[in-house]
């Protein structure tokens, strides 16, 4: 019996260590538009983005999840979309991280200062900052 306790202790304590060690393998990127055009050139005015609350969020871990978040006037909240991501490349030359979503034609890179340029595929570009965590 005391045999079979130790053992389930041992278990435990494994758990938890593997749990604490994926939790820490998880580095995630919050994005703030800060600047947004279209596909015209027509710049997005402070108010705009002031409203729709663009944002971007990457979870990189195992598998890495981008999210593009803004206000939605049907839900009245902030609301995300969330994508996987189908290819990540680093440029070896200035550290750029550059996330791929093929299929909604969306990139986002995020550079070595914090900041970002993501293409969402629709014809329009956004800037921002990016804190990572």
């Known amino acids: 019996m005391i045999g079979r306790t130790i053992r389930l202790a041992i278990f435990a304590a494994t758990l938890c ?13 919050d994005c703030s538009v800060t600047r947004k055009t279209d596909s015209e050139g027509r710049a997005y005015s402070s108010e705009q983005l002031e409203r729709w609350q663009f944002a971007v969020r990457i979870v990189e871990g195992a598998t ?18 969330s994508y996987t991501a189908d290819r990540i490349e ?3 030359f200035v550290g750029v991280r550059k996330f791929y979503y093929f299929q909604g034609q969306y990139d986002l890179q995020i550079f070595p200062n914090g900041t970002f340029v993501e293409n969402n595929g629709r014809g329009s570009i956004a800037f921002g900052d990016c804190r990572r965590s």
Do not use: N
Not at 17 to 29: D, G, K, P, R, S
């Open 17 to 29: 260590i593997v749990e604490a060690a994926t939790a820490q393998q998880l580095t995630t990127y």
């Open 64 to 81: 890495t999840i981008i999210q593009r978040c803004s206000f939605s006037t049907v839900a009245g909240r902030v609301t995300c979309d």
């Open 90 to 92: 680093t440029d070896a």
